[in-house]
């Protein structure tokens, strides 16, 4: 679907000749840029709205070769000889195990094909993957031959990944016969082979007792860093006395473990090793040798920590106080900030065993502990006191009780605590417990209030230090209607009853809230409410609101207010112009007739939609936009539906396209740069969040808007995921190596096209590939990541270390643990990520946005039917001969 500005049609990348992808072109930063100061730099025009790979369009089913025959022979040991080697020519199969190549060589099949016969022509979308066997084969470019290939040479890879055209015309010499791989076989091998692979391994990780403590988002990361290992029978997988880096998991066969030459047990299939080496780095206390080949996947002290941001023993220690917070009804009220600061405060300390923890007489009030290995026992009464995740003494310190603890507590084994002052505790939650978690109270309720979505943190702090917690008695008028509003009221406790020319038309109750607008607009009440029994409200007013907020706050908040207004109809909207077109549908720019305010309308032709079967690709798109509320995010106001088609009625972005604003910017300045990919991750914080990856972030997704921010738009390939998903979709220079392989990728996908888009914006070009325009050329050079900077790049500065976190194979390790680990990242110090939210930091490019005062009245004045100007451009666009697949869904569209 398109986007919400206007736009130029989708141009096809060039295809490139050569089939065997030889003699690939080596980019060289060096040649691109003169020097840092000429930066009259020629930044490439090309433009791809669209994703080049997009899994809304379904693939044709294995169709070349239409004359050839199949033959059900088996295959000799020349046959599996001739296509392995063919296999290692190409970067799909390289990271696939002996026996996942053996899998895909066991489901070729044999094709035999007279002379002088087509096997695909040029232009046609491609299926299959050839490995000639006997015979010879022409290739023909634009009518000319330009080589031929012979026996033991394959053509057609491409098609494994996607559907792109074919770059030349294959045509059979004399009878030839080939082996044949279609690509919804070797996709349907490779996701089952590598769901199974990855499950495996997260049941190894979930398996181990050490990692137990650690969060499902932190096992899915080690699930990335594990690399596998063989060893054949004998072999010395570690060594006693050497010292310890790796933890190993046997996923295959069997081995013993010795000390000083004595065995002392066999391990097996899913049996570890090495766990210590993890959390100190000790030395091997055995030597385990490998009694049978073996298999194990191994996970490194260095990879543990680049992709949790932490080492194993704080991560341990940290999410063992976490869960003890949580235990706890008092701690547990505290909000992410306070916790992290309690706990950045704390102290560890060990203890052995019968040493003494908490020495009788100690002040109740003046610490509190949490238990995070090990347990305490009573001297007196010899008994368990308190075990791991347990709190002793959080009440006492936070209600102040003067009390002092009458026994010894001690060790029972090695001990670990964490304990902070009574001092230390109030100064991290900055001030009195009371106060700090009514306020916490307030603000969590405040978030949810549409108003406020967009609001910073410090912003929200400021608007709670205005709420007033105000009492009402039982039928006690809170607002009367008709009278003028002057302030917002959430309930704390109890309810209310909402009264309408003297009839109750519902009631309210605790964490609801009303009168929003009134801090906003000069309003009449349209209601009374008054109280059902006592209650307490927090209550703002108006005046100490709009204090708080600076006019360009206010300028906003006002503006997401529009966009908020879900009663408006169709027939409300005049068209004004077309804005674009994509595959699946039209965009215009519509004005509310009476309001005059702007929207954009994507219009979405139901019969392309059975064409191309994309109704739950359309349920899904809907659902996603609907979690989305962003300032930096192009929201959906509403969806229409008739008979004929469906429709969005999106915010409008005046502005322009990010990807011809850094071609006005020249070369970046990295201010500049910051400011840009501060705002990507922003947004993606908010995809993220909500477990939605983009899949195709890339500058001209962006539209730099009338006050120089970039907004996110189209989200045709966005989709929900939990573990991991297999599609390959975005555009080739900005895709993850995982995403390409097909090996199965997670939202660290969205990470590499950022660090992607970083390189662009500094160094004029992106990093791999930028002379390709043949994806497969393209996907090679991101497989090599051959990441070459130019001379000039300060070293100083961060951003080359940054851009290669970013761009790391490893998935687990862009993000280095988590997202405020990511904005803490040195290349930020000293960015303002408070005033990027409410859009105080100057932008730098801000677009000339033309004036559309007098087509806006036009299309108001002529009021021509939005029906006959959609049906006139849809009647242009070319809709496919429906061969469905399968029935839509039932009732798919019943929500818009």
Same mark, same amino acid.
């Not at 679907?1 to 060289?28: H, R, W, Y």
């Not at 921010?709 to 939990?722: C, H």
């Not at 100057?842 to 021509?864: G, H, Q």
């Not at 039917?865 to 569209?893: G, L």
């Given at each position: 679907?398109?986007?919400?500005?206007?736009?130029?049609?989708?141009?096809?990348?060039?295809?490139?000749?050569?089939?065997?992808?030889?003699?690939?072109?080596?980019?060289?930063?060096?040649?691109?840029?003169?020097?840092?100061?000429?930066?009259?730099?020629?930044?490439?025009?090309?433009?791809?709205?669209?994703?080049?790979?997009?899994?809304?369009?379904?693939?044709?089913?294995?169709?070349?070769?239409?004359?050839?025959? %199949?033959?059900?022979?088996?295959?000799?040991?020349?046959?599996?000889?001739?296509?392995?080697?063919?296999?290692?020519?190409?970067?799909?199969?390289?990271?696939?195990?002996?026996?996942?190549?053996?899998?895909?060589?066991?489901?070729?099949?044999?094709?035999?094909?007279?002379?002088?016969?087509?096997?695909?022509?040029?232009?046609?979308?491609?299926?299959?993957?050839?490995?000639?066997?006997?015979?010879?084969?022409?290739?023909?470019?634009?009518? *000319?031959?330009?080589?031929?290939?012979?026996?033991?040479?394959?053509?057609?890879?491409?098609?494994?990944?996607?559907?792109?055209?074919?770059?030349?015309?294959?045509?059979?010499?004399?009878?030839?016969?080939?082996?044949?791989?279609?690509?919804?076989?070797?996709?349907?091998?490779?996701?089952?082979?590598?769901?199974?692979?990855?499950?495996?391994?997260?049941?190894?990780?979930?398996?181990?007792?050490?990692?137990?403590?650690?969060?499902?988002?932190?096992?899915?990361?080690?699930?990335?860093?594990?690399?596998?290992?063989?060893?054949?029978?004998?072999?010395?997988?570690?060594?006693?006395?050497?010292?310890?880096?790796?933890?190993?998991?046997?996923?295959?066969?069997?081995?013993?473990?010795?000390?000083?030459?004595?065995?002392?047990?066999?391990?097996?299939?899913?049996?570890?090793?090495?766990?210590?080496?993890?959390?100190?780095?000790?030395?091997?206390?055995?030597?385990?040798?490998?009694?049978?080949?073996?298999?194990?996947?191994?996970?490194?002290?260095?990879?543990?920590?680049?992709?949790?941001?932490?080492?194993?023993?704080?991560?341990?220690?940290?999410?063992?106080?976490?869960?003890?917070?949580?235990?706890?009804?008092?701690?547990?009220?505290?909000?992410?900030?306070?916790?992290?600061?309690?706990?950045?405060?704390?102290?560890?300390?060990?203890?052995?065993?019968?040493?003494?923890?908490?020495?009788?007489?100690?002040?109740?009030?003046?610490?509190?502990?949490?238990?995070?290995?090990?347990?305490?026992?009573?001297?007196?009464?010899?008994?368990?006191?308190?075990?791991?995740?347990?709190?002793?003494?959080?009440?006492?310190?936070?209600?102040?009780?003067?009390?002092?603890?009458?026994?010894?507590?001690?060790?029972?084994?090695?001990?670990?605590?964490?304990?902070?002052?009574?001092?230390?505790?109030?100064?991290?939650?900055?001030?009195?417990?009371?106060?700090?978690?009514?306020?916490?109270?307030?603000?969590?309720?405040?978030?949810?209030?549409?108003?406020?979505?967009?609001?910073?943190?410090?912003?929200?702090?400021?608007?709670?230090?205005?709420?007033?917690?105000?009492?009402?008695?039982?039928?006690?008028?809170?607002?009367?209607?008709?009278?003028?509003?002057?302030?917002?009221?959430?309930?704390?406790?109890?309810?209310?009853?909402?009264?309408?020319?003297?009839?109750?038309?519902?009631?309210?109750?605790?964490?609801?809230?009303?009168?929003?607008?009134?801090?906003?607009?000069?309003?009449?009440?349209?209601?009374?409410?008054?109280?059902?029994?006592?209650?307490?409200?927090?209550?703002?007013?108006?005046?100490?609101?709009?204090?708080?907020?600076?006019?360009?706050?206010?300028?906003?908040?006002?503006?997401?207010?529009?966009?908020?207004?879900?009663?408006?109809?169709?027939?409300?909207?005049?068209?004004?112009?077309?804005?674009? *077109?994509? %595959?699946?549908?039209?965009?215009?720019?519509?004005?509310?007739?009476?309001?005059?305010?702007?929207?954009?309308?994507?219009?979405?032709?139901?019969?392309?939609?059975?064409?191309?079967?994309?109704?739950?690709?359309?349920?899904?798109?809907?659902?996603?936009?609907?979690?989305?509320?962003?300032?930096?995010? %192009?929201?959906?106001?509403?969806?229409?539906?008739?008979?004929?088609?469906?429709?969005?009625?999106?915010?409008?972005?005046?502005?322009?396209?990010?990807?011809?604003?850094?071609?006005?910017?020249?070369?970046?300045?990295?201010?500049?740069?910051?400011?840009?990919?501060?705002?990507?991750?922003?947004?993606?914080?908010?995809?993220?969040?909500?477990?939605?990856?983009?899949?195709?972030?890339?500058?001209?997704?962006?539209?730099?808007?009338?006050?120089?921010?970039?907004?996110?738009?189209?989200?045709?390939?966005?989709?929900?995921?939990?573990?991991?998903?297999?599609?390959?979709?975005?555009?080739?220079?900005?895709?993850?190596?995982?995403?390409?392989?097909?090996?199965?990728?997670?939202?660290?996908?969205?990470?590499?096209?950022?660090?992607?888009?970083?390189?662009?914006?500094?160094?004029?070009?992106?990093?791999?590939?930028?002379?390709?325009?043949?994806?497969?050329?393209?996907?090679?050079?991101?497989?090599?990541?051959?990441?070459?900077?130019?001379?000039?790049?300060?070293?100083?500065?961060?951003?080359?270390?940054?851009?290669?976190?970013?761009?790391?194979?490893?998935?687990?390790?862009?993000?280095?643990?988590?997202?405020?680990?990511?904005?803490?990242?040195?290349?930020?110090?000293?960015?303002?990520?408070?005033?990027? %939210?409410?859009?105080?930091?100057?932008?730098?490019?801000?677009?000339?946005?033309?004036?559309?005062?007098?087509?806006?009245?036009?299309?108001?004045?002529?009021?021509?039917?939005?029906?006959?100007?959609?049906?006139?451009?849809?009647?242009?666009?070319?809709?496919?001969?429906?061969?469905?697949?399968?029935?839509?869904?039932?009732?798919?569209?019943?929500?818009?």
């Amino acid at each position: 679907m398109g986007s919400c500005v206007s736009k130029s049609k989708a141009i096809e990348p060039e295809v490139k000749p050569s089939l065997n992808n030889t003699d690939q072109f080596k980019v060289d930063v060096e040649t691109k840029q003169v020097n840092k100061s000429n930066t009259q730099i020629s930044r490439k025009n090309l433009k791809q709205k669209k994703p080049v790979v997009d899994g809304r369009i379904r693939p044709e089913e294995f169709s070349e070769a239409p004359t050839a025959i %199949m033959t059900d022979r088996p295959k000799s040991a020349t046959d599996v000889r001739l296509i392995s080697n063919s296999l290692q020519k190409h970067f799909i199969f390289s990271n696939l195990t002996e026996g996942q190549k053996f899998l895909i060589i066991e489901h070729m099949k044999l094709y035999t094909i007279n002379s002088n016969q087509i096997i695909f022509e040029q232009g046609t979308k491609g299926s299959a993957f050839f490995v000639i066997c006997t015979g010879r084969v022409d290739v023909i470019v634009n009518g *000319n031959k330009v080589n031929s290939l012979k026996i033991g040479e394959s053509f057609g890879e491409l098609a494994l990944l996607h559907d792109t055209p074919r770059s030349a015309t294959l045509k059979s010499i004399i009878n030839t016969s080939f082996w044949v791989l279609d690509r919804k076989t070797f996709r349907s091998i490779l996701e089952d082979l590598n769901a199974k692979n990855y499950q495996e391994n997260k049941a190894f990780i979930d398996s181990i007792p050490l990692f137990k403590i650690l969060s499902e988002p932190q096992k899915e990361s080690l699930v990335h860093c594990l690399s596998s290992l063989k060893y054949s029978v004998g072999q010395k997988i570690v060594n006693e006395g050497d010292p310890g880096e790796l933890l190993y998991i046997i996923k295959e066969g069997n081995v013993s473990c010795t000390q000083r030459s004595k065995e002392i047990r066999k391990m097996t299939k899913g049996d570890y090793f090495g766990e210590q080496a993890l959390l100190y780095g000790s030395v091997r206390t055995a030597t385990i040798t490998a009694l049978d080949d073996v298999l194990c996947v191994a996970l490194s002290r260095e990879e543990l920590s680049s992709c949790l941001g932490a080492s194993l023993q704080q991560i341990i220690y940290k999410n063992s106080v976490l869960m003890a917070f949580e235990k706890s009804e008092l701690l547990n009220k505290l909000d992410k900030i306070q916790t992290e600061n309690v706990i950045n405060h704390m102290e560890i300390q060990s203890y052995n065993h019968n040493q003494i923890v908490i020495p009788f007489g100690t002040s109740k009030k003046s610490s509190f502990y949490v238990i995070v290995k090990g347990e305490l026992r009573s001297i007196k009464s010899r008994e368990s006191a308190y075990k791991v995740f347990d709190v002793v003494g959080d009440a006492n310190v936070i209600k102040e009780i003067d009390d002092v603890y009458k026994d010894d507590f001690i060790a029972v084994g090695e001990v670990d605590i964490a304990h902070i002052s009574d001092s230390g505790f109030f100064n991290a939650i900055g001030g009195d417990y009371g106060q700090v978690t009514n306020n916490n109270e307030a603000m969590k309720l405040l978030k949810r209030v549409q108003l406020f979505r967009g609001l910073t943190q410090a912003q929200f702090s400021n608007l709670v230090n205005i709420v007033k917690i105000i009492e009402y008695e039982d039928e006690q008028v809170i607002v009367e209607q008709n009278n003028p509003g002057d302030c917002f009221f959430l309930i704390k406790t109890g309810k209310v009853d909402i009264i309408k020319d003297g009839q109750v038309i519902r009631s309210i109750t605790k964490n609801d809230y009303f009168g929003e607008r009134s801090l906003l607009f000069n309003n009449f009440r349209s209601a009374s409410v008054i109280a059902n029994k006592k209650v307490t409200c927090w209550v703002m007013y108006k005046d100490e609101f709009l204090q708080i907020l600076n006019e360009k706050i206010r300028k906003q908040l006002l503006e997401r207010i529009e966009l908020q207004d879900d009663t408006i109809q169709l027939n409300d909207l005049a068209i004004v112009k077309s804005l674009g *077109n994509g %595959m699946f549908g039209n965009v215009f720019l519509t004005v509310h007739k009476s309001k005059k305010s702007l929207f954009a309308l994507k219009t979405v032709d139901r019969k392309k939609i059975s064409a191309y079967e994309i109704e739950e690709n359309i349920m899904l798109e809907r659902k996603i936009l609907l979690q989305l509320d962003h300032v930096l995010i %192009m929201k959906l106001v509403r969806t229409f539906k008739d008979s004929k088609r469906l429709y969005f009625l999106m915010e409008f972005i005046r502005g322009m396209d990010l990807f011809d604003v850094i071609r006005q910017l020249d070369l970046l300045k990295e201010c500049d740069a910051r400011f840009y990919i501060a705002c990507v991750f922003m947004i993606l914080e908010h995809l993220h969040e909500r477990s939605i990856i983009y899949r195709d972030l890339k500058p001209e997704n962006m539209v730099v808007d009338h006050e120089g921010y970039p907004k996110l738009i189209d989200f045709g390939t966005a989709k929900f995921v939990n573990g991991r998903t297999y599609t390959i979709v975005g555009t080739p220079h900005y895709m993850a190596p995982e995403v390409i392989t097909g090996h199965g990728y997670s939202l660290s996908a969205d990470y590499w096209s950022v660090g992607i888009m970083l390189y662009e914006f500094l160094f004029g070009c992106v990093p791999f590939g930028e002379e390709e325009t043949n994806p497969y050329s393209i996907y090679e050079k991101v497989q090599e990541r051959r990441l070459v900077y130019p001379k000039w790049v300060d070293n100083k500065n961060h951003v080359k270390e940054f851009i290669n976190q970013l761009l790391s194979k490893n998935p687990a390790s862009r993000i280095g643990g988590n997202f405020d680990n990511l904005k803490n990242n040195p290349w930020f110090i000293g960015f303002n990520w408070d005033k990027l %939210m409410s859009k105080e930091l100057k932008a730098p490019y801000v677009p000339k946005v033309s004036n559309l005062d007098t087509e806006i009245e036009a299309a108001i004045r002529n009021n021509k039917n939005i029906d006959d100007i959609i049906s006139r451009i849809e009647n242009k666009d070319e809709v496919p001969k429906n061969k469905r697949h399968a029935n839509p869904p039932d009732a798919w569209d019943s929500e818009f």
